[in-house]
T-cell receptor
Framework: QKEVEQNSGPLSVPEGAIASLNCTYS??????FFWYRQYSGKSPELIMF????GDKEDGRFTAQLNKASQYVSLLIRDSQPSDSATYLC???????????FGTGTRLKVLA | DTGVSQDPRHKITKRGQNVTFRCDPI?????LYWYRQTLGQGPEFLTY????????KSRLLSDRFSAERPKGSFSTLEIQRTEQGDSAMYLC????????????FGEGSWLTVV
């Protein structure tokens, strides 16, 4: 079992729709969870982080965390073609000081 | 601009040559990470430093790879006797001034071994 799992996609949504990206992790000791956006040929860019169970909203983005289910998700409201990118989920465990990344989900927003 | 600088941005080298990448992290932060990313994959952990001490190395880091962080400031990642399988983007990251556990990546160094 991979430590951080994501569906590779592509996930295609029409412009203006809600895109829902999911991530599961295996280490119950994980404490911090991150979403990065990566455009083709570029480095990952931090979008959001979440530490506590529940929802965290920032503009059009909402991160959701359920530690009991070991599940993290990212919702993108009013999706725009410029949101088309690969979204990476990352998990941090303080005891290891390491950040483990999933393989990413490719999102395509269709105009 | 995340404040993490990497150099060079692109490097094409012949198989068997040595290459070195440099990372200048966000100042005042003592942790620095190196990751490698190949096409279609997420970043893979290579190693990290706390100040000048290299605290962990991934088993991905063969004997041909070495990393240093003299004086706890910039870091270098050297690959000796490069192989075609080393072709990847090498990413450096360091914590930012936001929440203590966030890390920010530099623009990456693309390596192509021909």
């Amino acid at each position: 079992q991979k430590e951080v799992e994501q569906n590779s996609g592509p996930l295609s949504v029409p412009e203006g729709a809600i895109a829902s990206l999911n991530c599961t992790y295996s280490d119950r000791g994980s404490q911090s969870f991150f979403w990065y956006r990566q455009y083709s040929g570029k480095s990952p860019e931090l979008i959001m982080f979440i530490y506590s169970n529940g929802d965290k909203e920032d503009g059009r983005f909402t991160a959701q965390l359920n530690k009991a289910s070991q599940y993290v998700s990212l919702l993108i409201r009013d999706s725009q073609p410029s949101d088309s990118a690969t979204y990476l989920c990352a998990v941090y465990t303080s005891g290891t000081y390491k950040y483990i990344f999933g393989t990413g989900t490719r999102l395509k927003v269709l105009a | 601009d995340t404040g993490v600088s990497q150099d060079p941005r692109h490097k094409i080298t012949k198989r068997g040559q040595n290459v070195t990448f440099r990372c200048d992290p966000i100042s005042e932060h003592n942790r620095l990470y190196w990751y490698r990313q190949t096409l279609g994959q997420g970043p893979e952990f290579l190693t990290y430093f706390q100040n000048e001490a290299q605290l962990e190395k991934s088993r991905l880091l063969s004997d041909r790879f070495s990393a240093e962080r003299p004086k706890g400031s910039f870091s270098t990642l050297e690959i000796q006797r490069t192989e075609q399988g080393d072709s990847a983007m090498y990413l450096c990251a360091s914590p930012g001034q936001g929440s203590g556990n966030t890390i920010y990546f530099g623009e990456g160094s693309w390596l192509t071994v021909v």
